[in-house]
């Protein structure tokens, strides 16, 4: 398939599913065959890694109760996982690290694949330390890092971790295919919203980059103000201060239906902009989304994943089936994207 010689012009890949069930683990464990595969017969030597936010790869669906694809490692592979689930790994591996940092399942075991099997991943809990992890893979010349992710836990997708992306979409997120076009569009919206380009020194994005919650003006000599807003929940209490250092805002949490309507009332919303941290902070509706920029607001990335391709899956675990070619053709032709279905390719 076309798109894995594109995935290997990138350091690091994300993998992220709109919803349960949308085929992400075959795509993830075809792209491993398929490199895999290309180690075997063209005489490469591509060394992988592989990790998620939170959990993933477990036999059952613990949402719907459904089989889920195991996630199989060939020998060579670099993986990370919580001690928890190393223990009840199907493979044999030689330990290559140990942090010293927990999550809820134990400390996160960094290991190199001796015998191939399956395992469940359960990689770093935030976004940051994620990025450190990828960082440290380097020194083990690794060439590509796949990062498992979810609806659930977007930020593995988050560009301070991954060079590319591939979003996975189907008929869990809408059996109506009309509908699933628009919510796949949205997402894709906000993909490629634009990137924030200060006027001043880079030294302003890496200080943003930093800051994990809050509400930040930035001014005109590009200062960032800490509006001294506890939350972004509590912007309506705050609101006379909004505008005291200017019209451009950092707001490096998620952004709610909420705080969408907020800025959408002000009497300065035709000169109101946001800058999110990445696409994976949106969780607003389409509807309040479209209505702060039909009204004036405009919004831009800190920073921005490249789209590699769309992979669907046309059947939903409540037994909605579409038809994959139609299913293929229109949201290759609405979303001007590759589009591809894993199983029929």
């Not at 591939?166 to 990137?195: C, D, R, W």
């Not at 046309?314 to 229109?330: F, Q, V």
Request: hydrophobic share 35%; glycine share 4%; proline share 4%.
């Amino acid at each position: 398939m076309p798109f894995i010689d594109e995935i290997l012009k990138y350091r690091t890949l994300a993998i992220i599913g709109m919803e349960k069930n949308t085929g992400k683990t075959e795509c993830f464990n075809y792209i491993l065959d398929q490199i895999h595969q290309r180690n075997k017969t063209q005489n490469s030597s591509i060394q992988l890694a592989v990790t998620s936010i939170g959990i993933d790869g477990e036999r059952i669906d613990q949402v719907t109760q459904t089989d889920k694809p195991e996630i199989r490692l060939e020998k060579g592979t670099i993986f990370v996982t919580s001690e928890s689930f190393y223990r009840s790994k199907r493979l044999t591996s030689q330990i290559l690290d140990l942090s010293d940092r927990k999550t809820t399942m134990g400390r996160l075991v960094m290991a190199q694949v001796e015998h191939p099997g399956e395992v469940i991943l359960s990689g770093p809990n935030t976004t940051q330390w994620l990025s450190e992890m990828v960082e440290a893979l380097e020194q083990y010349k690794v060439d590509l890092t796949i990062v498992d992710g979810a609806l659930s836990r977007k930020s593995s997708a988050s560009p301070a971790v991954a060079d590319a992306l591939i979003l996975t979409t189907g008929a869990a997120v809408s059996p109506y295919m009309p509908e699933l076009v628009q919510k796949t569009k949205f997402v894709l919206n906000l993909i490629h919203l634009p990137v924030y380009k200060p006027n001043t020194k880079r030294l302003l994005k890496q200080y943003l980059n930093s800051i994990e919650t809050g509400l930040y003006a930035i001014t005109d000599e590009g200062k960032a103000v800490d509006l001294q807003i506890p939350s972004t929940l509590l912007i309506e209490k705050y609101k006379e201060r909004l505008y005291e250092h200017g019209t451009t805002f950092y707001i490096p949490g998620v952004i709610t239906d909420q705080i969408l309507k907020i800025f959408t009332l002000q009497k300065e919303i035709k000169n109101t902009r946001l800058i999110v941290r990445d696409f994976t902070r949106f969780f607003c509706t389409p509807f309040c989304f479209y209505e702060f920029i039909k009204s004036g607001g405009k919004v831009a990335l800190l920073h921005q994943t490249r789209l590699i391709a769309l992979c669907v899956n046309p059947t939903s675990p409540a037994g909605y089936n579409l038809d994959s070619r139609t299913l293929c053709e229109t949201l290759e032709k609405e979303l001007q994207v590759p589009v591809y279905d894993i199983k029929q390719n």
